[in-house]
C-alpha cells in the first residue's frame, strides 16, 4: 500500500501503504450513520481527479487496459463448438440451456444451434469452406462480411471436458478495497501472534516504511472468531514486538466492520466521546479503549487516518481487474462507491480502461438526503459503467456482534447489535430514492411503506438477506424485493452463527431455497474482500454448505442441506439474476443470441464434476464483447 506519515494533525493527500502490481476492481454502495468525517468519503474534486490522472496517469490507464487484453486476438466472426460427448456450452437461456455451437460477430452473440446446423448455415473456414445454404439464404452469411461469405466461418473447440458459460458476475463487491488489501493481507490469521509475523514480514520488505515509524500501515483481514477464546484482541497486541512499536496501524476486520488500531494511532485520535451513536468503542473495566472500534465509531479513526490519492486508486483497481478476468469475472457491482470513487471509474472509462463491466451502488455518508449530489449514468461507456442504485448502510455484521437482531445476541443476551440509520432515517432515504433480522425487517418495513407498483420495477435490493424472520423470508417476495446473497458468508459464519443466534432464529439464516420457495428473486456475490474472489468459491458453498476441507457443522452433508441451491440456480444467480439485479438482463447474463459476448470457459464442467472438484477448476479463458482479456481459447 502507498504510505503516509503520522502527524497530529489530519493528514490530506496520501493514502494506505501498498504498491500493488496487479489490476482489477470492484462494486458496492453503503450508508452509514457517521457524525464525523470519512475519510472512504473521498470528496476529492473532479478537477483533482483529472488533473492527477493527466498525462503520465492517462498513458497508465491506456497501457494497462491493453495489458488486460489477452494475446489471442480472435478473428471479427467466429463460432465456439462443443467437441465430443464430454464438453458443454451453458447458455443461462430457459428456452435452450445447452448447445453445441454459439455463433460470434464482432462484440455479439448472433446465432447458435447444432455444429450441423452452424457449419450449413455459416460454413467452417477450415473444413467444408463457405455456407452450404441455398441461395435464398446467402444473405445471413455476408451480414457478418466478405470473409465468412466466401469462406466459411472460423470454428473453435472446447476441449474434452471443458464448459463454456456466460460470464461470472459478482453483484456484491468492493473493487479498490480488495486491491487495497493485496499486498499486506491478514485474512486468515489464527492467531494475534501471526497477524504480528504477517505485519513484521511487511514491513521487513520495505525498506521505507522499516526506516520511518510515521508511516500508517493499513490493511484488513483480521478475524477474532479464529483467535483462541475468540475475544477481541487489544491495541497493546501491536505493539508487543519491538519492530512494530510506535507505529500508527489500523486493521480492518475481515468484514470491513470493526479496525483494531496500535496504541500509536490511539494517541493521534486525541479526546474521544463516551458514546457514539450506531458505534462502539470497546473500553476495558477501567474505561480506557482497548484500540477495537465498531461500526459508526470507525469515523473516528478514518477521522485520523491517511485517505486514497487518486493514482493509489488507479494501483487498487488494476490489482482488482487482473484478479477478477483470471476468475472469470466479466461484471461486478460495486457495493458502496463514493462520489470520488465513481468520478475515477468514469475517468478510467472515458479513456478506454474498463475491460469488465461495473454497476456502482453510490453512497454518502450522512443521514440527509443526498441522491440530488448523484449523477445517474446507464449503459456509459458501451455499456461497460452503470450508476443506477444506492447503498444504505443500517447495521454491523454478525462475526463484530454488530448485526441488528429483534431480539438480544445468544451469547451476548443484553446486546442487540447495532442501527446504523435510525427507522425514521432508513424510511426517509427509502421513500425519496425510490443485514439481519431487525435491520432486515425494518428495512422491509420501510419497502412496504414505500413501494407501489410502479416503484418496485426500480427492483430493490436487500444486500446482505442473511438473517430473517420466517414471516420476512415472506415478506422478499411478496414485495418484489430482490435477495443477495453471499453464499461464502455462511461457511464463513456456520462456526459460530448458532451459537450468536440461538436454535429456532438459525432457521431463519442463510434460508435461501426458502427466500426462492417464497417467490423472491435473488443474485450472489462474494463481497470480496471479506470473501474470496473468485465466484467459484462462491458456487462451491452455494451447492454444498461445506467449508474448503468438505466439513461443517453438521456434518460432510453440509449445514442445513436443505437450504443449498442446485447447481442450475447458483448458476443463475452468478449470471442472469445479477443481470437482472442490475438491469442488464437483455444484453448481459446468457448466452442468447442478440446479447453481449461475455463468456467464460472452464477446464471442468462446474454442472457435472464431483462437488470437490468445483474448487480445482480453472478459468481457461475470458472474454468481453468477444474479445479475450485473459487467457487463451
Known sequence: MPSSKASSEKPTDSGPPTTNEETKPLIETKIDKRETYSPRKRYISRSRIQAALSGLAIGLVVALSQRSRSSDCLPESWALCTKGQNSAIYTVDPTNPTVECIVVHKKSIVDWGTKEYVKRTWGDRDTIGPPLVGKSDTQKSWALGEEVAKKGLKLKYLKDGEAAFPGFADAHAHILDYGASRELNLVGSSSVEEVRERIKTY?????????????????SGWDQNRFPGGTYPFAADLEADEL?????IVLARVDYHAYWISPRALEL???????????????????????????????????????WTPLEMLS??????HDALKVGLTSIHDAASFPPWIEFFKFVADRGGLPIRLNLMAHIDSDDYWGGQLERLEGYADHRLNVRSV???????????????????????GNKGLMRMSTETIEEHVRRFIEDDRANHIVLNAFEKALSEDTRKLRHRLEHAQILTQDDIKRVGQLGIIA?????HCTSDMSYAETRLGPERIKGAYAWQSLIRNGAHFTTGSDFPVEGINPLLGFYAAVTRLDEKGDSPHGPGGWFPDERLTREQTLYGMTLGAAYAGHQEDIIGSLTPGKRADLVVLDKDIMQVPPAEILKTNVKVTIVDGTVYYGKL
Not at 512494530?244 to 500508527?248: D, E, H, N, Q, Y
Not at 458514546?275 to 478514518?302: C, S, Y
Not at 443477495?484 to 461464502?488: A, C, D, G, Y
Request: proline share 7%.
Open 203 to 219: 514491513i521487513l520488505s520495505k525498506p521505507d516504511i522499516l526506516n520511518d515509524t510515521t508511516i500508517w500501515i493499513q490493511t
Open 244 to 248: 512494530l512499536k510506535g507505529r500508527p
Open 484 to 488: 443477495s446473497v453471499q453464499p461464502t
Open 269 to 307: 485520535l486525541g479526546d474521544l466521546p463516551d458514546q457514539v451513536d450506531g458505534g462502539l468503542i470497546v473500553r476495558d473495566t477501567d474505561g480506557k479503549p482497548t484500540g477495537i472500534f465498531v461500526d459508526n465509531a470507525m469515523a473516528l479513526v478514518e477521522k485520523a487516518k491517511p485517505t
Open 316 to 321: 487498487y483497481f488494476n490489482t482488482t481487474i
Open 391 to 413: 447503498k444504505l448502510f443500517t447495521d454491523g455484521a454478525l462475526g463484530s456482534w454488530g448485526a441488528a437482531l429483534l431480539e438480544g445476541y445468544s451469547d451476548q443476551p
